[in-house]
């Protein structure tokens, strides 16, 4: 045999274990990925197998309390919020139109929600790098973040009128000063040695702005915008119940008139889906905004 052939079948037999070894290697990591997998699936199903059970649990006891222990007049039962948002959407409400009702709650939350976020997010990163600034304007934010939100939807509704503008007047309030505060402690929170860093290699104050600080605030408005969206919805709510002439918060306001606690009901499952949706839609917008961040080790705990 040629010493060329020779050479070459010597380093092929030589590889072929390590082949083999790498190949079993793939194989081994691939399958502790799809035993991770069938791990996590078997957990969300019994995690939501858990979630549905106590659900039923409960309806079916209100349902038998309310046939056989308390007044139903008073506390109603599921079957009747059943019967009555069928009825709302299919025949609609004393107000109209069920779906109206839920635009015009929903166009007020959001307005509200992102001139609320906006405005926080801006004052509360200018006045987080800005101690003189931040120590002025201190016991004013604290004054009007001390007035009772009631009190402002009324004044709203004097100076607004009955329309949308002191809904979201009113949501506007609610979502500030929860994204504010966020942002006001993010901007706060920034690591020293990295503005030093940048300006050191010729960063103005812009860059340093733009660059660092609202990056490492993002995390904390992200976490304050989850709650910010049922602040919102709270304000256009509270808003409509006050005074209003479309809404679910009219609708609300009228079941409780008219002593129809399956309307209340009804009404706040809607306000419940409504919120769960827009956390859901807030979720995804974070999870594509934070792709830098390193994964977390462990188990995320959600609440």
Known sequence: MPRDAETKTTATIEKAPAARAADTGDRGELAA?????????????????????????WLGSWELAARHVID????????KIWERLVGWFT???????????????LQEAVAGFALGAAGGVVLGIVLGRSRFLSDVC?????AVNAIPRIILASLFIIWFGLGMQSKIATAFVLVFFAVFFNAFQGAREVDRNLVNN??????????????IVVPSATSWILASLHSAFGFAIIGAIVGEYTGADRGLGLLIN????????????????IITVLALLAE????????????????????????
């Open 33 to 57: 990925i799809a035993r991770a997998r069938t791990a996590g699936l078997r957990r969300a199903l019994g995690i939501n197998a858990v979630r549905v059970a106590l659900v039923a649990a």
């Open 72 to 79: 139903p007049f008073y506390y109603s039962m599921p079957s």
């Open 91 to 105: 025949d609609g409400t004393s107000q109209g139109s069920i779906w109206e009702q839920i635009s015009v709650t």
């Open 138 to 142: 201190a016991p004013f934010i604290k």
């Open 198 to 211: 940048a300006r050191i290699l010729g960063a103005g104050r812009l860059q340093v702005l733009w660059t």
């Open 254 to 269: 009228h079941s409780q008139g008219v002593f129809d606690a399956a309307g209340i009901y009804a009404g706040m499952i």
């Open 280 to 303: 859901y839609l807030l979720t995804l917008l974070e999870g594509r905004l934070l792709r830098w961040r390193p994964a977390v080790s462990g188990h995320d705990i959600q609440i």
